[in-house]
């Protein structure tokens, strides 16, 4: 509708307000406005949006991505340390976060070795 002509639009309202049907169909309404119409939409080309170039390769991207959530979880340990009060969380709650710390204690052990031994 954008590209219509002030009357265009115009015979197009009228055209809609005369509509006995609860919804007007564009395409037959622009259709019947103007024979002109059709030549001037065929003439547009369209331009395809080009090809995405992938970013190059970057070997540490995931090193650095580990690097920078390792201070979130040292944050996250120092904040529980103060905050909780440790002689009251109930024993299962201790256990878990004893699990879950010795699992992360192995992952970075495992990684400390791969970092040595690729040295």
Not at 59 to 85: Q, Y
């Given at each position: 509708m954008a590209e219509l002509e002030p009357e265009e639009l115009k015979a197009l309202s009228k055209k809609i307000g005369?509509?006995?049907?609860?919804?007007a169909r564009y395409s037959e309404?622009?259709?019947?406005?103007?024979?002109n119409l059709q030549s001037?939409?065929?003439?547009?080309?369209?331009e395809q949006p080009g090809i995405?170039?992938?970013?190059v390769y970057d070997p540490d991207a995931e090193v650095a991505g580990l690097t920078l959530t390792i201070p979130s979880w040292m944050s996250s340990i120092d904040r529980t340390k103060s905050m909780a009060h440790l002689?009251?969380?109930?024993?299962?709650?201790?256990?878990n976060l004893c699990v879950a710390l010795t699992a992360l204690e192995k992952k970075v052990q495992e990684m400390l070795t791969a970092i040595k031994e690729d040295s």
């Amino acid at each position: 509708m954008a590209e219509l002509e002030p009357e265009e639009l115009k015979a197009l309202s009228k055209k809609i307000g005369n509509n006995p049907y609860a919804f007007a169909r564009y395409s037959e309404s622009r259709r019947s406005l103007s024979p002109n119409l059709q030549s001037k939409t065929s003439v547009q080309v369209v331009e395809q949006p080009g090809i995405k170039t992938m970013p190059v390769y970057d070997p540490d991207a995931e090193v650095a991505g580990l690097t920078l959530t390792i201070p979130s979880w040292m944050s996250s340990i120092d904040r529980t340390k103060s905050m909780a009060h440790l002689g009251s969380i109930s024993p299962a709650a201790k256990e878990n976060l004893c699990v879950a710390l010795t699992a992360l204690e192995k992952k970075v052990q495992e990684m400390l070795t791969a970092i040595k031994e690729d040295s």
